[in-house]
């Protein structure tokens, strides 16, 4: 099976700090994507990449930056954190075409930002 | 960004009690999916419907894509306790897209 592993199950940050979210696929995934997920508000879409080096804005791509310097690697950078980015982070990967075999969903990084 | 209408946001049910659920929108898809989400974990794929008209089960749960490709419902027969968790669906856009679009969600609740 196709595992996505993100590095922390949570974690707890100062306001201000530079926090980094990282993201592992073992099956040679072209795509990789980031998404926040909010009580009420369901999955928002932060930033995606269809190849390494490639990114691409999502809905909601401010405050945050990602990096992609391996197919297998997708890191999320919070570059100050607020505590308004105190969130559940979900990072996903697809092959190829989305609607052949859906994302693959890491466990999930709960992020608390005091 | 897009969003799917998904309906109900919740339910609280009875245990063996059935569960329908549904997602519409003004846009044509190509692709419906379904997945649940756990408490505290990442969403997992349920079901993956291709066609218009296609009626898909998994154990308990059916499936299907809607007719006119803008929608799809869910349904969860005899729940049990480890039904519970966060539904969601999502669906590829006709045309193509790298990325899918997904529904707000749907909150089981189930008491034994």
């Known amino acids: 099976d196709v595992k996505v592993t993100q590095s922390s199950r949570y974690l707890v940050k100062r306001t201000g700090e530079k926090v980094f979210l990282e993201c592992v696929q073992d099956?040679?995934?072209?795509?990789m994507f980031w998404y926040r997920q909010d009580p009420g508000l369901g999955l928002r879409l932060i930033y995606f990449?269809?190849?390494?080096?490639?990114?691409e804005k999502g809905d909601i791509p401010e405050g945050y930056s990602v990096s992609r310097e391996k197919k297998e690697r997708f890191s999320l950078i919070l570059e100050s954190a607020s505590t308004n980015q105190t969130s559940m982070y979900l990072c996903?990967?697809?092959?190829?075409?989305?609607?052949?075999?859906?994302?693959?969903f890491g466990s999930g990084t709960r992020l608390t930002v005091v | 960004g897009q969003q799917l209408n998904q309906s109900p946001q919740s339910m609280f049910i009875q245990e063996g009690e059935d569960v329908s659920m549904n997602c519409t929108s003004s846009?044509?898809?190509?692709?419906w999916l379904w997945y649940k989400q756990d408490p505290g974990e990442g969403p997992v794929l349920l079901i993956a419907?291709?066609?218009?008209?296609e009626l898909t089960s998994n154990g308990r749960l059916t499936a299907q894509f809607g007719i006119t490709r803008k929608d799809s419902f869910l349904n969860i027969s005899a729940s049990i306790p480890s039904d519970v968790g966060i539904y969601f669906c999502?669906?590829?856009?006709?045309?193509?897209?790298?990325?899918?679009?997904f529904g707000k969600g749907m909150k089981l609740t189930v008491n034994p």
């Open positions: 996903a990967s697809s092959l190829g075409s989305p609607g052949d075999y859906g994302y693959t």
């Open positions: 099956m040679d995934h072209e795509n």
């Open positions: 990449s269809y190849d390494v080096k490639m990114k």
């Open positions: 846009s044509i898809f190509n692709t």
């Open positions: 419907l291709y066609k218009a008209g």
């Open positions: 999502a669906g590829q856009l006709w045309g193509g897209s790298e990325k899918l679009v």
